[in-house]
């Protein structure tokens, strides 16, 4: 499934989708590559508990334009009469690719699956598009009204999202005793991020699949045969419930990224439905898009940007460098923040302006394969 493609990738796209992906990557990318990480900037850095802040959003709009995707292009394969049984083998074959790279990635470099960690974020990117797009394959074959998709898809993710909360309540909500911990502890145990739990672990995956649904809710509206301010008017709609619904639920079951809370599913849809609203009134609606072309360009290879990257922090990031301006050797990121950031921008925002430079370094270089047409799919 690891492909180099050519031709042109804004073909019959949806532009606000393909923006968002490239933020999405953006946002990963900055809160991941912190110039110093003694020192992250807050909102760069992942609440520790509970709370949400500008990092927190990085993971769910990755998920969320992932399924948006599954109606757009699925939905019209099948309204072409596209045969069921080809496309849940290659839903199969991309989920697992994804799953088999994250696992690569936490084996990275030593690879001792005695110890190697085992959730990570394209395991559950790879569970929950399985999951999603099987699902929606299936309701497209039956029920064939996207209205009636868009039904089925809120109830099951509004269905997921309670039954979360319920099932998590008995042990509470917090850090230590937690349902999250007890599953991760007993099945997981020595493959966690932590000693007793994991932030993609195994409980906190299933609301990611809410998620992914909400992903599809999105994705149909766009693709709804209808006039483009009616599209943005139902997925602002979406958007203001999910608000409410969140700041509401907030009050039972906090916004909590580590355990993936149903609030936190809630709040993180509604503000991706707001942005993709206000994208596409701007870009497919105006054709304003010009001045997003650096994250079109950057989400076109989406996945291997994301993992170059963490293979690069997991590489050169941790190359300590000798320089007779420090007095003891710095590895990479820090090195080059101390040596050319830090001296014009003082210590508060050095590491900060070290993650907005990498996304640049990054644009630069998916510029150069978007230019040339070429863009390595996943």
């Not at 007793?196 to 906190?204: A, L, Q, V, Y």
């Not at 009050?251 to 709040?267: A, F, G, R, T």
Request: with cysteine.
């Amino acid at each position: 499934m690891f492909c180099l493609g050519e031709g042109s990738i804004m073909v019959s796209r949806i532009k606000c989708v393909d923006i968002l992906r490239g933020f999405a990557i953006a946002a990963m990318l900055a809160c991941d590559s912190p110039g110093n990480t003694d020192r992250f900037y807050p909102q760069m850095r992942h609440e520790p508990w509970n709370g949400i802040n500008f990092s927190d959003f990085g993971f769910p709009f990755f998920l969320i334009t992932m399924t948006m995707m599954i109606p757009i292009v699925m939905g019209r394969k099948l309204d072409s009469s596209a045969k069921i049984i080809p496309m849940i083998i290659k839903t199969i074959t991309r989920s697992i690719t994804l799953v088999l790279l994250g696992l690569f990635l936490n084996a990275f470099p030593k690879f001792d699956f005695h110890t190697m960690r085992i959730p990570q974020t394209l395991v559950r990117m790879g569970i929950a598009y399985l999951v999603v797009s099987i699902i929606y394959i299936i309701a497209k074959k039956f029920l064939k009204k996207d209205e009636y998709i868009i039904g089925l898809f809120l109830l099951l993710g509004i269905t997921i999202i309670l039954g979360y909360y319920f099932k998590m309540k008995p042990y509470g909500f917090d850090i230590n005793g937690n349902l999250e911990q007890i599953i991760d502890t007993k099945y997981l145990a020595g493959h966690l991020a932590y000693i007793t739990w994991d932030p993609e672990g195994i409980m906190s995956t299933i609301p990611s699949i809410a998620t992914g649904m909400f992903g599809v809710v999105i994705g149909d509206l766009l693709n709804f045969k209808t006039n483009n301010y009616y599209k943005v008017l139902s997925i602002a709609v979406l958007s203001t419930v999910g608000y409410i619904g969140a700041k509401v639920f907030s009050n039972y079951m906090p916004y909590n990224k580590m355990i993936w809370s149903s609030s936190y599913v809630l709040m993180t849809m509604s503000v991706t439905a707001l942005i993709i609203a206000v994208l596409y009134l701007i870009c497919d609606t105006f054709n304003k898009d010009r001045l997003f072309k650096p994250f079109i360009v950057l989400g076109s290879s989406p996945i291997f940007v994301y993992m170059v990257s963490e293979l690069l922090i997991r590489t050169l990031w941790k190359v300590p460098i000798y320089d007779k301006q420090f007095t003891e050797p710095y590895i990479f990121c820090k090195w080059f923040t101390f040596k050319f950031i830090t001296p014009w921008s003082g210590i508060v925002l050095d590491s900060f302006y070290f993650s907005i430079l990498y996304v640049i370094f990054w644009m630069w270089i998916m510029s150069k394969f978007y230019e040339k047409g070429k863009f390595i799919k996943l």
